[in-house]
């Protein structure tokens, strides 16, 4: 089983920054990708950014050249520096980590996901 855990999230004024962290933890797996998600109240969840194996990165239109993806592999660890922060960023922000997870001899997909951190712009 791998776990997976947020933190960062908070108040910040409009054209601020904050850096969201995930740290996976757990045994025997490897993590392939890993995602920033988020649902803002009423909306459906988004994939945010998302940074593979190889720091190939993904960003949603809405965020490009303001947030950056980034993970530290050897820690499991990835973060979002978040900049320019605007009321349309107010969200529980979740972070998914998919890979494969090795238990009795065999490899089985895995996609874990944390409990979520909340971030709240005021403008």
């Known amino acids: 089983q791998v776990q997976v855990v947020e933190s960062g999230g908070g108040l910040v004024q409009a054209g601020g920054s904050l850096r969201l962290s995930c740290a996976a933890s757990?045994?025997?797996?490897?993590?392939?990708?890993m995602g920033w998600y988020r649902q803002a109240p009423g909306k459906q969840r988004e994939l945010v950014a998302a940074?593979?194996?190889?720091?190939?990165?993904y960003y949603v239109d809405s965020v490009k050249g303001r947030f950056s993806i980034s993970r530290d592999s050897a820690k499991n660890t990835v973060y979002l520096q978040m900049n320019s922060l605007n009321d349309e960023d107010t969200a529980f922000y979740y972070c998914?980590?998919?890979?494969?997870?090795?238990?009795?001899?065999?490899?089985?997909?895995?996609?874990?996901w944390g409990q979520g951190t909340q971030v709240i712009v005021s403008s």
């Open positions: 998914n980590a998919a890979g494969i997870h090795r238990f009795a001899g065999s490899s089985r997909p895995f996609s874990s």
């Open positions: 757990g045994s025997s797996f490897t993590i392939n990708t």
């Open positions: 940074i593979s194996s190889g720091e190939s990165t």
